[in-house]
């Protein structure tokens, strides 16, 4: 069974600031992993999805890095914005699983302020 | 990416109720459905996984009576939590995968259920 860490649970900064989130994992046998984000209250938007051939994907002012050797990930946030404020999650599959069950951190929840 | 369809959004009941989730796949066939439980400050913990026309598969420690789980059609699953209690209040979230998209799951908006 997974065990997904994300660290740290809460950062607080200001609007133009470049982040790290950070998410570790204990069996490196995966497939994928997944980063998202999680207003309060609402559901989950998918922001980058990288396959284990990968080592980084990028969107817009997001990139996600992958190291399976060493189950680490990071989701870099460039310029960050006010409306970057949520909660973000990193979850990855089964061990050697392509099912889309998903084993979830505690996430890491972000504010920017103006 | 595809599209799962939640409701309700939110839901108030009464203790000894039941509840009935719905979770629709608009635009592909999702042969497999999964119903998460989200507690505050907590993360997402998978409840069951259900596979068109068969019988759900629910973790350990989740009760299969309680939480029943229907997955007759390929675009519909879904969650009825019976005899709620106060401490059934929670969000429960479903994804679906299918075809093509086999390796990745698309979210549901979400329920936040209050039992009062």
């Known amino acids: 069974k997974q065990e997904v860490t994300q660290i740290p649970a809460a950062l607080s900064v200001p609007e133009g600031e470049n982040l790290v989130l950070n998410c570790s994992f204990t069996d490196s046998a995966i497939y994928n992993l997944q980063w998202f984000r999680q207003d309060p209250g609402k559901g989950l938007t998918s922001l980058l999805l990288i396959q284990s051939s990968q080592r980084e994907q990028t969107s817009g002012r997001l990139n996600a890095s992958l190291d399976k050797s060493s189950g680490r990930s990071t989701l870099y946030i460039a310029a960050s914005q006010p409306g970057d404020s949520a909660t973000y999650l990193c979850?990855?599959?089964?061990?050697?699983?392509?099912?889309?069950?998903?084993?979830f951190g505690r996430g890491t929840q972000l504010t920017v302020w103006p | 990416g595809a599209v799962v369809s939640q409701h309700p959004s939110w839901v108030i009941c009464k203790s000894g109720t039941s509840v009935k989730i719905e979770c629709r796949s608009l635009d592909f066939q999702a042969t497999t459905m999964f119903w998460y439980r989200q507690f505050p400050k907590q993360s997402l913990m998978l409840m069951a996984t259900?596979?068109?026309?068969?019988?759900?598969?629910?973790e350990q420690g989740v009760e299969k009576d309680k939480f029943l789980i229907n997955h007759a059609s390929l675009t519909l699953s879904t969650l009825t939590v019976t005899s709620a209690h106060p401490e059934d209040s929670s969000f429960y979230i479903c994804?679906?995968?299918?075809?093509?998209?086999?390796?990745?799951?698309?979210f549901g908006q979400g329920t936040r259920l209050t039992v009062v």
């Open positions: 259900s596979n068109e026309g068969s019988k759900a598969t629910y």
């Open positions: 979850a990855v599959p089964d061990r050697g699983s392509t099912l889309g069950r998903l084993y």
């Open positions: 994804s679906a995968s299918g075809p093509p998209m086999n390796t990745e799951a698309f």
